[in-house]
């Protein structure tokens, strides 16, 4: 942890007051009357970014768990697909994939009557549902290889030591293999995590209105560039460091000695 | 039929019931066979060395004892119970296995602690996650036992931050915690400092006085000699001598052992 003192370095106080005076500097001379007007639809926008974000991390880890699982101990038929999924999804840009599911199976959908007039359609033909599809598999796919390692990592003893003590196989899963796989990785998926949030722009491309859209739509409206983006830096820099963060809080509750 | 491990026990003058018997037991590695028929037979209040050189075989069969490793053929009976094998030797019921195995506590040579679990946390958790004992009960228990072996202190500790010989007495007390019918050590103080070897084995001493049943796979000839009642040396998967600790180790019959302990001491 960064303690008081350790600020207290000359040349650190030196970066922190240029930041300053370029902090007072953007509040004095640019233009922020704009912000009030847009500040509905930046929440809007703002929530989106967070709900997406939460909601495809979870789902795609949860899908991760699996796919490393399949890779690191599974039967053939089962670890080939994986790996195929993982190699497919890592392979290729996600702007690629998330355009091939909106445009592509997006304007799919309509020909089939039965889609339709299904429960589903009214969320079908919105973009937030191939929006969220694409971010949780590009999450599952790194994250599926980072699991696989995770799950090989994991000592052989600390297995035998669960079986020798007569622990069913999915408890030994919950309570040693998992906890053990996902603390040795945590660090890699902080990162990831962090990664996946400046994904989330491109889900603008299909017309979601995340943070990132709201501020084109300022730009678009008002011919004001370089104070929405630099707000816009500033929220993706706060997020990020708030997974940062939590990671970090999660990752002090097991010490490990390395 | 077979050599029992006899030698009666002052615990145990009363209590002759049979608590593991193994008959015949093979194991391969591949085309290696590691085992060659091994036949054991330790009763209530036993505790049984098996000595031998590396290779011997010695671990393989401790370790085909609780099925960590699937023997090829054999019969193996704890506590009047025959655990049910396929042709291949491997294990019919996996329920059953799991059942005998919580019966069996195992003591590692690398201790295996849990990594991400406090002290207290390693002790209570198959009691509580395993046998269903309530929490509040296990917890009272795993501090009795960690005071046992004398690491009352150290229960909030994780197990990367404390020596080997504190990692081992809390990992006997994790063994203790499930109150196994036998247990199972699989060199308990090989990968340990010679420093830290003693605290273990007083702590496995007292063990041996209060009758646990126990099987010791071990280095430390002294040791074996002092507390167990029967001694097994194996030599190339294969028991070659075992009698009481008197005779084996004053009076080896087969030249190998002779030559084993000369090694040795």
């Not at chain 1, 233009?31 to 979870?58: E, F, K, N, Q, S």
């Not at chain 2, 209530?44 to 098996?50: H, M, R």
Request: charged share 20%; net charge positive.
């Amino acid at each position: 942890m960064i303690t008081l003192r350790a600020l207290m370095q000359p040349h650190r106080i030196v970066m922190m007051v240029i930041f300053a005076a370029f902090l007072v500097w953007c509040g004095v001379s640019l233009r922020w009357d704009w912000l009030p007007h847009y500040m509905p639809l930046a929440i809007a926008g703002l929530w989106t970014t967070l709900w997406i974000l939460v909601v495809t991390t979870v789902l795609g880890f949860l899908l991760a768990v699996p796919l490393g699982l399949a890779q690191a101990v599974g039967p053939w038929y089962l670890a080939v697909p994986a790996r195929m999924f993982c190699t497919v999804i890592r392979g290729t840009p996600l702007l690629l994939q998330l355009w091939l599911l909106y445009y592509g199976l997006g304007s799919l959908f309509p020909q089939f009557p039965w889609i339709r007039s299904s429960e589903l359609w009214p969320y079908l033909r919105q973009a937030w549902p191939y929006a969220v599809l694409a971010l949780t598999f590009s999450y599952a796919g790194y994250e599926g290889e980072v699991m696989r390692g995770a799950f090989s990592s994991v000592a052989k003893g600390q297995l035998e030591a669960a079986r020798s003590f007569g622990m069913p196989r999915l408890t030994m899963f919950r309570r040693i293999w998992l906890p053990q796989a996902v603390r040795n990785v945590l660090p890699t998926l902080g990162g990831e995590s962090i990664l996946q949030l400046k994904a989330t722009p491109l889900i603008a491309t299909i017309t979601v209105m995340d943070i990132y859209a709201v501020s084109s739509r300022v730009r678009s409206d008002t011919f004001i560039v370089y104070e929405p983006l630099l707000l816009l830096a500033l929220v993706y820099m706060v997020i990020a460091g708030i997974i940062g963060f939590a990671f970090n809080y999660v990752e002090r509750q097991v010490p490990a000695r390395r | 039929m077979h050599p029992s491990a006899a030698a009666t026990s002052a615990a145990t003058e009363d209590a002759r019931e049979e608590a593991i018997r193994v008959t015949d037991l093979h194991k391969s590695f591949g085309s290696v066979e590691v085992l060659k028929g091994v036949s054991l037979t330790a009763n209530k209040g036993d505790v049984v060395a098996i000595i031998g050189g590396s290779g011997s075989g010695k671990s393989t069969m401790l370790r085909c004892i609780n099925f960590l490793e699937t023997p090829s053929s054999g019969q193996i009976v704890i506590g009047g119970e025959e655990i049910a094998m396929r042709a291949d030797g491997t294990a019919a019921n996996r329920r059953q296995i799991e059942r005998i195995r919580t019966r069996l506590a195992m003591v590692f040579q690398q201790f295996n602690l849990w990594t991400h679990r406090t002290l207290l946390e390693n002790i209570i958790e198959v009691p509580v996650h395993v046998l269903k004992t309530p929490r509040a009960e296990a917890v009272t228990r795993a501090r009795e036992l960690l005071a046992r072996v004398g690491m009352a202190e150290k229960e909030d500790a994780f197990p990367a931050f404390l020596s080997g010989g504190q990692q081992q007495r809390a990992a006997i007390a994790r063994a203790l915690a499930v109150d196994p019918s036998a247990m199972l050590f699989d060199e308990p103080t090989s990968a340990l400092d010679p420093e830290l070897v003693g605290e273990v084995l007083t702590v496995i001493r007292d063990l041996a006085a209060e009758g646990r049943t126990m099987l010791l796979v071990t280095h430390e000839m002294k040791f074996a000699r002092e507390v167990a009642n029967h001694v097994v040396y194996l030599f190339k998967g294969r028991i070659e001598e075992q009698g009481p600790p008197a005779e084996v180790f004053e009076n080896p019959k087969s030249e190998r052992l002779k030559q084993f302990l000369s090694s040795v001491s």
